[in-house]
């Protein structure tokens, strides 16, 4: 298992509501991720950064922020919550050695907004 | 699109049968990757094979590349019910982009005991 971690795991909260989920490495990796993925489907990368107060859109447009004030920490931010955000939030961390760049993977935060 | 394409969605085997995915991708590439995910679960690395080769393994995992016809695939030799997963191919960016995966939507592996 890779030293990335998400918190919370499971999240079930209404309609309007301020969210953050936290995603923390300590393989000391420039490089994070953030990706939406609805059960059964691909991966959409919403958020990268490629390090400290870097912070890049991804494909798939998100109405969710992030930022990267610490190496280490990668959170994402709903400012108000909607059904449609339902979903499972993966992040994860790379360091791009050559032509290398093996993500790692935290287990995901599964997103239920009523 | 740079992303792959899993072949077949999904594959249903008995335990000791062999199982083999494939991916096809659309651009050049510096390699390719396979990751497996358990139900509810973030993705694993499992191998990744660089544009130069032809074939890989890893334990009961092998590889093959193809970029005359940009296309991969994974092979599970003596399958396993632990087996059962999901599998995704990705291929890297290069460029502006060097850094990030591009994934596919990955094929659903169920194995029966």
């Known amino acids: 298992e890779a030293d990335i971690y998400q918190t919370p795991r499971y999240l079930v909260i209404g309609t309007g509501k301020k969210i953050t989920l936290e995603c923390s490495q300590t393989?000391?990796?420039?490089?994070m991720y953030w990706y939406q993925q609805d059960p059964g489907m691909e991966l959409h990368l919403i958020h990268y950064?490629?390090?400290?107060?870097?912070?890049e859109k991804g494909d798939l447009s998100s109405e969710s922020t992030v930022s990267r004030i610490r190496t280490e920490h990668f959170p994402l931010t709903l400012e108000s919550a909607r059904p449609s955000h339902t979903s499972q939030y993966l992040c994860?961390?790379?360091?791009?050695?050559?032509?290398?760049?093996?993500?790692?993977f935290g287990a995901g935060t599964r997103l239920s907004v009523l | 699109s740079q992303q792959g394409e899993e072949d077949p969605q999904a594959l249903s085997i008995q335990e000791g049968e062999n199982a083999t995915m494939n991916c096809s991708y659309k651009t050049s590439i510096n390699n390719l990757q396979w990751y497996r995910q358990n139900s509810g679960r973030g993705l694993v690395h499992l191998i990744l094979?660089?544009?130069?080769?032809r074939e890989k393994h890893s334990g009961r995992l092998r590889v093959t590349l193809d970029t005359s016809k940009k296309s991969s695939s994974l092979l599970i030799t003596a399958s396993r019910a632990a087996d059962t997963a999901s599998y995704f191919c990705?291929?890297?960016?290069?460029?502006?982009?060097?850094?990030?995966?591009?994934f596919g939507r990955g094929t659903q592996l169920t194995v029966w005991p």
């Open positions: 990705a291929t890297g960016g290069s460029g502006s982009t060097l850094g990030r995966l591009y």
């Open positions: 094979i660089r544009s130069n080769e």
């Open positions: 950064s490629y390090g400290v107060n870097s912070t």
């Open positions: 994860a961390s790379s360091e791009v050695t050559g032509a290398k760049n093996i993500q790692y």
């Open positions: 393989m000391g990796h420039d490089k």
